[in-house]
């Protein structure tokens, strides 16, 4: 199953942004602008992808989806703004790390990563997606970050993890993809 389209669409979304701004830094090598664009391009595409995912959750997901997208965050629910907060606390300080410690990385390394976070906005959309607490989204494995390309499927016993069916799933992923369901429903839902 391919990812939903949502998912590539607000990706190259937040890269477009994200890479601007890198372009830059390594110019100018202004690092507190570059940690200012990216978090604000980070927290609207996580933003932007905890919305689309909500919509697919389900009926009720997808009106506060769509009421959200004209009065702001708080059509959504407390949980939902809670979510998402505490996912862009998370990813901001992974970035400010980054920024720390990326005089002594090399170009390549830099643009590499920095993709990395702005990739990583999918697992907003799978969080909302899912509206259940798993041990891991796809977009936030710590093998294959940004990078991961599986999708999670929603069936009667639980939620399942999906692998795309080539060389692009990861060693981590592959065992998760192996578990029926990756995430039971039963357990705690
Ligand atoms: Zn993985």
Redesign the pocket.
Known sequence: MPNPPEVPKLAALTLEVTRTATARYLEDGDAARWEKDVSTALTRGHMAAYISGLAERDTGGKIRAFLSWFVGDWALSKDDRQAIKTTVAEQLDYLKRFVDIAGDLSEDQIKARADQYALATKQSYWQAWAGAELD?L?GQ?????G??R?VLRREADGIYWDCQDDAH??????D?GAMSPFHSMTEED
């Open positions: 891991c796809p494995c710590e093998e294959c970050y990078n991961c599986c799933s990861c060693a981590s992923c592959r998760r």
